[in-house]
Antibody, heavy 118, light 110 residues
Framework: EVQLVQSGAEVKKPGESLRISCETS????????ISWVRQMPGKGLEWMGR????????NYSPSFQGHVTISADNSITTAYLQWSSLKASDTAIYYC???????????WGQGTLVTVSS | QSVLTQPPSASGTPGQRVTISCSGS????????VNWYQQLPGTAPKLLIY???ERPSGVPDRFSGSKSGTSASLAISGLQSEDEADYYC???????????FGAGTKVTVL
């Protein structure tokens, strides 16, 4: 069974750094891209970027380029999303998702709530 | 402003058919396949339709997708109370070199 299990909720202050994780199992990690999707409170889904775990190639949405970093560790089949300096506007639920057929996302993590507040 | 345009809401009574539209452009819907996701309140999104009109295993055949030109649509026939959710269309955008979602449509069962 394919599973994506994300790290727990975080509460941070503006300017702090953060890395959240997405631990995968049940499939060959290097065979599928992993993407990150943001959902701000009461809002829709926004694609942030993706990583090809086979070679760590990444591409980002222009809206998130330079503000977040996506990485992956093949040895523990885990993907990461990190910030070096959080802003209050980063408060949101973040989902990881596994690419499947025709660019669709067949499996999703349960989401990680990130709250940034002074 | 989302690259893909969806109506903010749709509604119907149990048993009715509801259709949700998704309007895009030549750089996304017209040239790439469209996927649809269902998000029940408080849960992660779930893939409902892929490759314009294919259903993953386990998705009821009440859900169907179609695409023509720069527009796509999701139809829910035999609407049920458990279909109350937000529905998102999505596609790869060649100009943006990224995946784009519609703003979502909230379906209410009256």
């Amino acid at each position: 069974e394919v599973q994506l299990v994300q790290s727990g909720a975080e509460v941070k202050k503006p300017g702090e750094s953060l890395r959240i994780s997405c631990e995968t199992s049940g499939y060959i990690f290097s065979n599928s891209w992993i993407s990150w999707v943001r959902q701000m409170p009461g809002k829709g889904l926004e694609w942030m970027g993706r990583i090809d775990p086979s070679d760590s190639y990444t591409n980002y949405s222009p809206s998130f380029q330079g503000h977040v970093t996506i990485s992956a560790d093949n040895s523990i089949t885990t993907a990461y999303l990190q910030w070096s300096s959080l802003k209050a506007s980063d408060t949101a639920i973040y989902y990881c998702a596994r690419s499947w057929i025709a660019g669709s996302y067949s499996h999703w993590g349960q989401g990680t709530l990130v709250t940034v507040s002074s | 402003q989302s690259v893909l345009t969806q109506p903010p809401s749709a509604s119907g009574t149990p048993g009715q058919r509801v259709t949700i539209s998704c309007s895009g452009s030549s750089s996304n819907v017209e040239t790439n396949t469209v996927n649809w996701y269902q998000q029940l309140p408080g849960t992660a999104p779930k893939l409902l339709i892929y490759s314009n009109n294919e259903r993953p295993s386990g998705v009821p055949d009440r859900f169907s997708g179609s695409k023509s030109g720069t527009s796509a649509s999701l139809a829910i026939s035999g609407l049920q109370s458990e279909d109350e959710a937000d529905y998102y269309c999505a596609a790869w955008d060649d100009r943006l070199n990224g995946y784009v979602f519609g703003a979502g449509t909230k379906v209410t069962v009256l």
